[in-house]
């Protein structure tokens, strides 16, 4: 089992920048496949981008549309922590995101954004002027 510690969030104005860091504690994230969530007041949960794992699977990642050319996602293993860089950050991004694992089931865009059971608690970003 494996458990996650989201932190990184904040208060940022429109086309600023923010790392979310995703890591594990007492563990190693090495065979998770590690996807990232977000949930705005009212609205349902949706994934925004997934890492595969790099020691059983080809470390590819994958971007929902909204995250496609302004974050980035990336892992470090010695340091059991999965990052997602976020940049020009807009209005609509604001929301609590969370990171969640699931054992390595090959390249990550192939089941994303299904049967991740492992989630960390959420953090808070907000972007606004």
């Known amino acids: 089992q494996v458990q996650l510690v989201e932190s990184g969030g904040g208060l940022v104005q429109p086309g600023g920048s923010l790392r979310l860091s995703c890591a594990a504690s007492g563990g190693s994230l090495d065979y998770y496949e590690i996807g990232w969530f977000r949930q705005a007041p009212g609205k349902e949960r949706e994934g925004v981008g997934c890492?595969?794992?790099?020691?059983?699977?080809?470390?590819?990642?994958y971007y929902a549309d909204s995250a496609k050319g302004r974050f980035t996602i990336s892992r470090d293993n010695p340091k059991a922590t999965v990052y997602m860089q976020m940049d020009n950050l807009k209005p609509e991004d604001t929301a609590v995101y969370y990171c969640?694992?699931?054992?390595?089931?090959?390249?990550?865009?192939?089941?994303?954004?299904?049967?991740?059971?492992?989630w960390g608690q959420g953090t808070q970003v907000t972007v606004s002027s």
């Open positions: 969640a694992a699931v054992w390595s089931r090959g390249p990550c865009s192939r089941y994303f954004p299904r049967g991740y059971g492992y």
């Open positions: 890492i595969s794992s790099s020691s059983l699977s080809d470390g590819s990642t």
